[in-house]
């Protein structure tokens, strides 16, 4: 049997004989367990209560009885997104921000009820998924079953006997590293399998995450097994571990939130909604008579019809207007949209690079965007409800100009409704999710990394496993 299988084996029963290690482990399988369990029944309830809702807003709106075509502009429609099934295994940034839009005329709203905005306890510390599982706990938990793999032996006076064994420094190496890399995609599995059982369509995906865990799992091993050879005590070991762990999983990603915040202040939907406001007003307000932007539109219409007024028109003069205004307004709402758009992407790109030091970020963007939960995919969202308001809106204002009279329209004693068919045959609104190609685009830098991450540990490992050579006996 070769000399690594045979240290590999011996780690492993060290391990076993650990009580405290075995409960503690258990006790993460049952949670992780657990966590995929409670997870998976939310994704289900919400994707449920998502469908209901979106079908009774698609009934009511096409169910509205005949009304002026403006009257539907204000009374507006529902956007439900619907989630990947893999935001049972990473919720990302789908538990910060909403899942349902209000869509109406002249304005665009932002996403509401989120689940931070819905409770009070939930997310203190994260979400209770498998991933927060594996990118928090899995790394914490094999410091304490692992630390003193490689110090024990040097504390133990041990080490000695081993290199006397005909055994060289490479093989003590990777035969710890094996033993603890074994351990840990034990731990990983319950994710794992979780992963293959709710991504049956989604066989590429599965494997990059999969491809993404090894890694990370990797990485901590080869860094457990790193700093314990290098440790002259089992409790300085500990001490490095935890430190780096603390470093790693809770310190970086905070500050980096705070560095990308900093250094790219943060563009709300309320400070949008400040100064689209401020700046339609000085574009032009279509009920200013007096108003020179419209006045302008006014003639324009006017030659093109080669008319002299708008009751010689054979449209709708207010329909015209109101379809020009949601024109302006809705320019000027893109146009700050994607600033803030810009702003959230070149703050994730900055908490992004953060992944050339710390694994754990890349690890969590990539979790992030392969379970379509990223920023990107709420953008997607975002950007298909506005373009499907918008249509909506105009087509509304289009049966205003070409359904009624303008003399009718101006009429306050006539209701001028038009019928209910106009918006019983109107298409419904249907979220598109981003397919493998676009996700996989973003979550390539991080999926590099981290396999970089995997080869400098281990290439850092095996040149310092040399040390134990010239162990002290």
Known sequence: ??????????????????????????????????SANVAWNNYNQAQNEIKSYQNFANEDFA?????????MVHYGHFAFRSQN??????????????NMIYLEGHRQNGANFSDALQSVNLLRIGDFTPAFMLQLFLPLLLVFIAYSCVSREREGATLPIILSQNIKPAQIYWGKLLALFAVALVLALPSIVFIAIITKSQISTALILILAI????????????????????NNMALSYLLGLWVIGVIMLPRLGSEISGFLVPNFSRVQMDLETHAELRKMGDSHNPNDPYFNNFKASVLKKY????????????????????????????DKYNQKMFNAHETQNGIYSALGLIDPFISFQKLSNSMSGTDYKSYQSFIEQAEKYRYNMVQHLNGLQANALSYKDDTNKLLENRISNENWLKYP??????????????????????????????????????????????
């Open 1 to 34: 049997m070769p000399k690594v299988i045979l240290i590999a084996l011996a780690e492993l029963k060290f391990i076993l004989r650990n009580k405290a290690a075995l409960i503690a482990a258990l006790l993460f399988v049952l949670m992780n367990i657990f």
């Open 63 to 71: 169910n509205q009885p005949n009304r002026h075509p403006h009257r």
């Open 85 to 98: 099934p893999l935001a049972a295994f990473d919720r990302g940034v789908d538990q910060f921000v909403g």
């Open 214 to 233: 090894f890694a990370y799992c990797l990485i901590w091993c080869g860094l457990i097994v790193l700093v314990s050879l290098n440790s002259k005590t």
């Open 306 to 333: 080669n008319v002299k007024t708008v009751e010689e028109l054979p449209v709708n003069y207010k329909g015209l207007l109101a379809v020009e205004g949601e024109k302006m307004t809705s320019q000027l709402f």
């Open 428 to 473: 419904k609104f249907e979220y598109v999710a981003q397919d493998f190609k676009e996700r996989f685009s973003r979550a390539l830098q991080s999926l590099i990394l981290l396999l970089l991450w995997s080869i400098g540990i281990i290439w850092l490992g095996l040149s310092q496993s040399k040390k134990l050579g010239g162990a002290n006996v």
